[in-house]
């Protein structure tokens, strides 16, 4: 027996969401083709079979989320040796759906356990701490969350009665939840001062609800978003650029171009170009604040990242080393990886080492926005959408494309006049083509 477990695919990843299953059980398999599509917050993926032979097991349905390290699927290679294979089954915590129980079994029970030997229960790393610090052996107690997982209200139960059971009345789930939730808002209001958390309300019993689960690529967004806000005071510096000329230039590039390199020319690949050049100008903003050290981190690369909308959600494309490359090659990578990222088959590796991000709603439409900092980068880029504008030139008024831009910054490493003249140059280049070309 083979024990397929879902491979380190490196970036921190820890986690995958099973979106497709090309086998299933009892069926057969042969090695390197297909055998299961994995969405992590960084991209989906398809993970072919390191094995070829009869499938004994698939663990985990469409929908469900597992662990770098726990098996996946157990397949008869016709190796014989399947020692191991229900015992590993029997250890996995694989998400389960939530069903309420009238009482929990006991968490020492564990199936396919040899004799004499004592199996870690499944638990949060929280929970366990949560253990240690009531001075409560966590095996002992019984747990009432999916597969006999151990939860924080579990805990504080066995502390406080010496009882695991939950009143009969009360569903396991609710418990379960009830009990992370007080867990997490303590925690929360004795950190950060006048903050109280309440949960949310019982929408259904004002109208019909819809519940989706936070998965994926969309939790990840969520998780990067409240860090940045939460760490980072945000500050916002407005401006707008004359593209006029630049856009003229930009179409008959273009035109030219067509059907061969630099054939998707954007106003993105300027501005990439144009930001690198402001980087190198202003240090502070291609850098990144370590807190706990009280340090500055200086880069001397330009990788910049680029917000992509994608169906399952919102990606950042990296451009590396974008002070070595022309507008042309940044253009086609830019097409390239944009592409990819829509398809959900960007690799991992062209989503890494940014040191600053640029979000381009102009397509979308929109005057301006407030971008979120990509953390743990300092500054980032708006962009708003290019319209003709009357504006005042020489005293005349004439009709010229205006480019809004948002430049938001961390007040930690910057003042706000610096964060003025960097927009202020950035403008004056994107203003005038052949400025761009030359100092760029």
Do not use: C
């Not at 020492?108 to 001075?135: D, E, F, I, M, N």
């Amino acid at each position: 027996m083979y024990e397929f477990i879902l491979p380190d695919m490196g970036e921190g990843i820890a986690e995958g969401e099973i979106l497709k299953w090309y086998v299933q059980e009892g069926g057969e398999i042969v090695e390197d083709e297909p055998l299961v599509d994995i969405e992590t917050d960084k991209a989906a993926v398809t993970i072919p079979a390191a094995k070829g032979g009869r499938i004994v097991a698939l663990k985990g349905k469409v929908g469900d989320i597992v662990n770098v390290g726990e098996v996946v699927v157990v397949i008869d290679d016709g190796s014989g040796d399947g020692g191991n294979v229900a015992d590993a089954i029997a250890q996995k915590t694989f998400a389960q759906p939530d069903i309420p129980q009238p009482q929990a079994p006991p968490a020492t029970v564990v199936p396919a356990s040899q004799p004499g030997v004592r199996r870690p229960v499944p638990a949060a790393p929280a929970t366990r701490r949560l253990a240690r610090k009531l001075k409560i052996d966590i095996n002992l107690v019984t747990g009432t969350g999916p597969g006999g997982r151990v939860t924080p209200e579990d805990v504080h139960r066995f502390a406080d009665q010496g009882t695991p059971t939950p009143a009969l009345h009360t569903p396991a789930k609710q418990v379960r939840e009830e009990g992370a939730f007080a867990e997490f808002a303590a925690h929360a209001a004795a950190t950060i001062p006048f903050l109280e958390l309440e949960p949310l309300p019982d929408f259904s019993a004002d109208g019909p609800v819809e519940v989706e689960a936070l998965r994926s690529i969309r939790r990840k967004v969520a998780r990067k978003m409240v860090t940045s806000m939460t760490l980072i005071p945000h500050v916002a510096h407005m401006d707008d650029a004359d593209v006029t000329a630049l856009d003229e230039f930009r179409k008959r590039e273009k035109e030219r171009r067509s059907g061969g390199s630099g054939g998707s020319l954007t106003l993105l690949a300027f501005v990439i170009k144009a930001i690198t050049a402001g980087l190198k100008a202003a240090p502070s903003f291609n850098a990144s604040l370590d807190p706990f050290r009280e340090e500055i981190i200086y880069k001397k690369f330009y990788n910049i990242g680029f917000a992509a909308d994608t169906g399952r959600g919102l990606l950042v494309p990296v451009v590396q080393d974008t002070d070595k490359k022309s507008i042309i090659q940044i253009a086609d990578e830019i097409a390239e990886m944009a592409a990819l990222a829509r398809e959900g088959k960007l690799p991992p590796d062209q989503m890494r080492g940014g040191t600053f991000t640029i979000t381009n709603v102009g397509p979308l439409g929109g005057t301006a926005l407030l971008p979120t900092i990509n953390y743990p980068e300092v500054a980032i880029l708006g962009m708003g959408k290019v319209q003709e504008k009357p504006v005042v030139r020489d005293g005349e008024i004439v009709i010229r494309k205006i480019l809004p831009l948002t430049f938001a910054f961390d007040h930690r490493i910057a003042d706000g006049a610096d964060a003025a003249r960097f927009v202020g140059e950035l403008v004056r280049q994107l203003s005038d083509p052949n400025l761009l070309l030359l100092e760029t």
